[in-house]
């Protein structure tokens, strides 16, 4: 992609600059903290990666970040992995969450959707009410700090109590989305061992009910260290034997307790993908994550009290987590339930247009089906009130950009932003005063000295490299779970360049200071903006008698589309007929997700291995993408290359 795409998509113009949040911070840093006062975004971006303790010092006074105790400093240890933030204090993350109940009890919360489309509202006073009472329950249980507790949930208004309670406790929230099987819950939950399991009967998708109590049966079977099960009868199911009911722990009057814990007390585990074996369990701390989210919500979506935050996710999705945190800043969140498409394609803009969405955040796949399909949003629904379309999960091509500006309305602030679970943040993205430019993200991230590196570490502007971030970030994690010598985190991130992390996309950084994100420089499948593991797949492939190996890759097409394709070796004597066909279907559907359902399944003589053993994704996928077989791969490290030319030819006929 060219560099020089000079003229602006989008201006803000002298008002909304004068009235964003950052532009006020800025004004404030340079007075309190020696900011510079000329040269706007560029120069304060420079500043807080020069003066990291300054600017993270400058971003807790200014959100009024309460310490319960002091910090010693602010950056105990740079290194990474392993920098210690604020060292000494003492804090809450759900204490900040729920602040806006005591100037703002009777306004929404939250405005609660599913597939009816009617926004239902949750007003601080009763969401802090059940999270007091949750938060005594579950102490009433012996639920301890750092205990886990973890959430099998659709994306509903009890997730976010139970979350917010956990938190308050000190114990260590995890979810995952009801529509995952039982074997990919387990691969997640088993590692952290739960003490209490937040379940549904089932949940509602496409216009249709999903019952999950086998599933759920399962769980409870597969996880010993449980001492409680509570119950939620979104489908109006009775407790199973042995489960609390939810409504029977939510219904006192208790004022929350929140208890104060060090600033890199865990709050919550995500999973990585699962690429290369079990999910990573990510674990990131209460303060870390406090402050991030402020810094990045607050700041970067400009989002406050007047605002509503929808953002289409699920609990599985680091996402939802970020959503959530919309409640740091006193807006109003938006959480919906059901089909991203349901009844039809134009479902999230009705949303979008029925709860006020101010800042609306979606998948670029979402925004490149809406154009496939002839929606007209800004013709159909009444979008006034929103300010700013946010894009994530995968880089929306410059097509999706134009048809935002002209579907949507030109005077549209579009923020393609891109981060990750590992940091549950952005790298890049969103910034209110400055212009945007067709199929590029703003800028870096305040804070974050992102750079687009060569093999031998030297950046590059205007080339493509790899991601990288040469500071430590306060999300980034504490630790993997059952990690305890610390070698699966280092190898992650910091194998490739010491000390400095390599996050695994290509990038470039443009003249002006844009990003432009070219998709993964690893084998991770990122489907509809949810990034997937291989080993999932060929776990549940290579469990049917018929076939012997597999390989799966995804490839981002040039029109915004995603390609992905299962190639299967046959065991002798199989045949990839019709009906073989579907079972695969079926079994990855069934055993994982829809999601993980590829596009093609095609057979292949062999599966291209390392000397080691490893199956080779990435040089399959860059041949793919056209690559010469001599620069796809190291030939000396492939036991049969003969088996790549078949990946060669199809990647011809593809052309």
Not at 225 to 240: D, E, M, Q, S
Not at 255 to 273: A, G, N, R, T
Not at 500 to 521: E, L
Request: charged content about 20%; some cysteine.
């Amino acid at each position: 992609m060219s560099t020089e795409n000079l003229q602006p998509l989008w201006q803000p113009d002298p008002e909304r600059i004068a009235q964003a949040q950052i532009t006020r911070f800025h004004a404030w840093a340079a007075e309190h903290h020696g900011a510079p006062t000329e040269d706007g975004y560029a120069a304060l971006h420079r500043w807080s990666v020069a003066e990291l303790d300054t600017f993270w010092k400058a971003v807790t006074e200014w959100f009024g970040v309460h310490f319960s105790t002091p910090y010693a400093r602010v950056l105990g240890d740079r290194a990474m992995p392993g920098a210690q933030w604020f060292p000494g204090a003492t804090l809450n993350y759900a204490e900040h969450a729920l602040r806006a109940a005591t100037t703002r009890p009777d306004e929404p919360a939250l405005l609660c959707v599913d597939e009816s489309h009617e926004p239902r509202p949750v007003t601080w006073s009763e969401l802090r009410r059940q999270v007091g009472s949750l938060a005594a329950e579950l102490r009433a249980l012996g639920v301890r700090p750092g205990d886990r507790v973890s959430g099998y949930l659709p994306n509903i208004p009890q997730a976010v109590v139970a979350l917010l309670a956990t938190a308050a406790v000190g114990a260590v929230w995890t979810s995952c989305a009801p529509d995952f099987g039982a074997r990919s819950v387990l691969d997640r939950f088993q590692q952290v061992e739960p003490v209490v399991l937040f379940t549904v009967d089932g949940y509602r998708y496409g216009g249709k009910e999903h019952d999950r109590r086998d599933t759920v049966a399962e769980l409870r079977r597969e996880l010993p260290t449980l001492r409680a099960v509570v119950h939620i009868p979104l489908l109006g199911a009775p407790a199973p034997e042995g489960a609390l009911d939810w409504s029977a722990l939510t219904t006192a009057d208790t004022e929350p307790e929140f208890e104060q814990v060090p600033f890199d007390h865990p709050l919550w585990v995500l999973y990585s993908s699962g690429t290369t074996g079990l999910p990573k369990a990510i674990v990131q701390s209460q303060g870390g994550i406090l402050v991030e989210h402020l810094k990045q919500l607050g700041l970067h979506c400009d989002l406050g009290p007047g605002d509503r935050f929808f953002w289409y996710t699920s609990t599985g999705w680091m996402m939802w987590n970020f959503l959530v945190s919309g409640l740091l800043t006193g807006t109003t969140i938006v959480l919906y339930d059901g089909s991203p498409g349901y009844p039809d394609t134009g479902a999230q803009w009705r949303i979008a247009e029925r709860t006020k969405a101010t800042l609306y955040g979606t998948s670029a796949a979402y925004v490149m089906a809406c154009r496939k399909a002839g929606v007209h949003p800004a013709r159909d629904y009444d979008l006034s009130s929103v300010q700013c379309v946010a894009t994530t999960g995968s880089p929306l091509p410059p097509d999706g950009f134009r048809w935002l500006h002209d579907e949507v309305r030109e005077d549209l602030w579009i923020a393609s932003v891109s981060g990750g679970t590992d940091v549950c943040s952005c790298f890049a993205g969103a910034v209110p005063t400055l212009p945007v430019h067709t199929g590029e993200l703003q800028a870096p991230g305040l804070g974050t000295d992102l750079q687009s590196w060569d093999p031998s570490g030297h950046p590059l502007i205007g080339e493509v490299g790899e991601l990288v971030v040469t500071n430590p970030m306060p999300s980034m994690p504490i630790r993997f779970w059952n990690d305890p010598d610390g070698s699966r985190y280092h190898d992650s991130y910091f194998d490739t360049y010491p000390g400095v992390w390599r996050h695994g996309d290509w990038i470039t950084v443009t003249s002006r200071g844009s990003v432009v994100i070219h998709g993964r420089s690893d084998s991770t499948l990122n489907r509809q903006g949810v990034r997937m593991g291989s080993a999932d797949i060929y776990e549940a492939v290579e469990r049917l008698p018929e076939i012997k190996e597999s390989l799966v890759i995804g490839i981002e097409q040039p029109d915004g589309g995603y390609w992905m394709p299962l190639f299967v070796q046959l065991a002798p004597g199989a045949v990839l007929d019709e009906a073989l066909l579907t079972r695969i279907k079926q079994t990855i559907r069934e055993q994982l997700s829809p999601r993980h359902v590829p596009d093609e399944i095609i057979e292949v003589p062999g599966v291209p291995h390392t000397l080691t053993g490893k199956r080779i994704e990435v040089p399959v996928k860059r041949l793919l993408q056209g690559t010469p077989l001599h620069k796809a791969v190291n030939p000396g490290s492939i036991d049969d290359l003969d088996l790549l030319h078949f990946y060669e030819e199809l990647a011809r006929k593809r052309a």
